[in-house]
């Protein structure tokens, strides 16, 4: 343990505030950060990290606060000043230029010459030098994009810290890692901390903050939520200060319902794929709520995209009916009958130039086929009867769907797959983003579905909402089912344990 | 269908007037720098006259602008229309320069363009490569089949039926802008009448959402590229059967440019989404009017392109989603 209150206060963040039009993204935010100290910071989706990070790397501008570094006040005009002033930040996508060679990427705007030539021997010789203390032996000639991620990342951190960065954010930097990787990247980090670098550690991997960070600062809508050194930070508090509940006293469940028996609908055995989520089994039955919950990036969402084919599994099998399916796309699981409204509308529901009739019948339309053009007339029932039994607040259906708030655009959406007819729904994240309102109707209409004998995995951040219409929950940590609740045990509180242990 | 766009965007201006006004002022300048613009005369049964010139002359644009709106309204670009023109001329040219009968020589032709279609879409759809890359491998490589079709000469030939698409007449109207009306008339039948457009226009806005609600966005993007190709391959064959002769160097030459703007002209945007099919027309229309105006007017033609890079940017200006913006600021400060 390092004893990091007594090193000098690197960097100072006191009462930064950033709004956009609708949201205060940041809220007074403090933050301090010691040289040689790796700070985790953590929090759930729209808790403010990113932009934490944008207003610190002069991405925006702030609305009111103030940042030290070295008792300096400082304010970044870009990254680039940012990274002049000691700020160097490496992302999950690594921004550097793949196309060019490693050196050139490690010197680029400051390569050596001599009669305004580019001397590349120079360059690609202190590139090797540069790298070799990172325990990189490779070719600096070649381009950036022939090596692994891993590489390109320790790369962009060696720029980064050779610029003469004093403070080093990493933005999610083991998302698309292995554990081998991972390993090696920790290890640098060590290095570097050793060497008196201040480290952001932006992660959704708990182990992961338990295995490098000496301290960590939760965020939450926009808010400090704490700052504690790791030691006096157990994962449960951890995890109830991300998610924003404490333990409950008493046991809330959900008003017990006989257990749904028969032959599951859909079922996947030993289904998974490498990189994205470990194979697991699931499956679902007729007239049954399944949730899915875990942290931000645990592999609530991929198991999702697994399922209805968004990506393809390179292990298991799937059964609908007790019959192995193949589901190698979307179009074959909306074949399947399936449906998927993703946590994602903006970029991955909603067609937001077409109105909303046709954002309502276009599954529908894809299952008939292109030559079957559903008439306008039905296309207008069709739509008009989803306007009215979703109550989607709107003056007409011909109105672009982009115009509608949240909560009507999610309705439009799950009437996209009603209008089909499903048997089994996926709902990534239903009720986020949308108000107070329309979140109880879409909880209201989740359970009506059910009732109806639809199958449904419902993928949710809100613990208590989840235990309340689930019949089994399946929690899952690190990209990994790791236990499936059900009956009496389906409560927030044992959901949040769950998630807690190791 | 017109009115239910008006409808749900009553803040701007009605769909289609920008082009529509702009056509109609064309044709005012042309009228005022040569007086008998308007003026019509039948002889052998068909109108002669500078407005049917225009019609005749714009129609392989507007031939070229259909599919290139269908291409562009799935966000996509084809560079190389006017290389498959070539391909396509050349080959039919050869061929009927062979004594193979008009229709094979037709089908040819219309397989050929078909086939680089294909091309295009896999490469777009299937392999992921931008459009804007992927048709210009054909764009360079098309006019060197066309070359090794012609074996780099210019292939002339004697067959009356093929010279009638290019210069032939049908209900009194010019061969060629007969063909563009039919093909105006079946893309439309087939967008519209069909879930095509609804797809295409779904692609275009968001490709993703389209995957994910289950439509084969492959196949329609495929799909897409071949009609726009086909297209290109009539367009060719109106070129080569006008001059009653292949040129494999000139056939077609920048006119994939023409089409672009045609299209862009006629409101449909570079990003992909909405489209119409009849202001790409009237932007093919508007384009060649210019053309013929300057011709008549006396000017040097050099005066064309800057002429028409100056009709482009005005109408352009009436699009601008930031120039509506600013007009609403001022109207509310007003």
Known sequence: MQPTRERPELLEIRGLTKGFPGVLALDHVDFTLHAGEIHGLLGENGAGKSTLIKVLTGVFRRDAGTVRLDGQEITARDPADALSLGIGTVYQEVNLLPNLSVAENLFIGRQPHRFGLVRTGEMRRRAAELLSGYGLAIDVANPLGSFSVAVQQIIAIARAVDLSAKVLILDEPTASLDAQEVESLFEILKGLKARGIGIVFVTHFLDQVYAVCDRITVLRNGRLVGSKPIAELPRIELVSMMLGRELADEALHRNQRPAVTGEPLVAFKNYGRRRLIEPFDLAVRPGEVVGLAGLLGSGRTETAKLIFGVERADSGQAFVDGKPVRIATPRDAARLRFGFTPEDRKTEGIVAELSIRENIVLALQAQRGWLHQIPRGKQEEIANRFIKLLDIRTPDAEKPIGLLSGGNQQKALLARWLATEPRFLILDEPTRGIDVGAHAEIIRLIERLCEDGLALLVISSELEEIASYSDRVVVLRDRRHVRELSGAEVSADTIMTTIASH | ?334
Not at chain 2, 60 to 82: E, F, K, N, Y
Not at chain 2, 228 to 245: E, K, M, N, Q
């Open chain 2, 1 to 334: 269908m017109s009115s239910v766009i008006q409808a749900s965007a009553p803040r701007t201006l009605p769909k289609g007037l920008p082009q529509v006004a702009a056509l109609l002022i064309v044709f005012l300048v042309n009228w005022l720098v040569f007086r008998d613009f308007f003026a019509l005369r039948l002889q052998d049964g068909r109108l002669f006259g500078s407005l049917i010139d225009v019609l005749n002359r714009g129609a392989p644009v507007a031939i070229l602008a259909l599919g290139m709106t269908l291409v562009i309204a799935t966000r996509g670009i084809d560079l190389s229309v006017g290389a498959v023109m070539a391909i396509a001329g050349a080959t039919a040219a050869a061929l009927t320069a062979e004594g193979y009968p008009l229709p094979v020589a037709l089908a040819a032709a219309a397989g050929v363009g078909l086939a680089c279609g294909l091309w295009n879409g896999i490469l777009v759809a299937v392999l992921e490569i931008q459009p804007f890359v992927a048709t210009l491998i054909l764009m360079v490589a098309g006019r060197g089949f066309a070359q090794l079709i012609t074996e780099g000469q210019i292939i002339t030939f004697v067959s009356d039926g093929f010279a009638a698409i290019g210069s032939g007449s049908f209900l009194m109207l010019p061969m060629a802008v007969m063909i563009a009306l039919v093909m105006l008339l079946i893309t439309h039948l087939v967008v519209r009448y069909t879930a095509l457009g609804l797809f295409i226009e779904a692609i275009g806005a968001n490709v993703r959402s389209s995957a994910y609600a289950g439509v084969g966005t492959k196949a329609v993007t495929i799909a897409v590229y071949m009609w726009c190709s086909l297209c290109a391959a009539i367009a060719g064959l109106i070129v080569t059967a006008d001059i009653r002769g292949a040129d494999a160097n000139n056939a077609g030459l920048w006119l994939e440019l023409d089409a672009i703007l045609a299209v862009v002209v006629g409101g449909t945007s570079l990003f992909g989404g909405r489209f119409s099919l009849v202001l790409a027309v009237i932007g093919a229309l508007i384009i060649q009017a210019m053309n013929t105006g300057i011709l008549l007017s006396g000017y040097p033609p050099e005066y064309n392109l800057i002429v028409k890079a100056i009709v482009v940017l005005a109408v352009l200006l009436a699009q601008s989603p930031v120039l509506t913006a600013v007009r609403a600021v001022l109207r509310r400060k007003a």
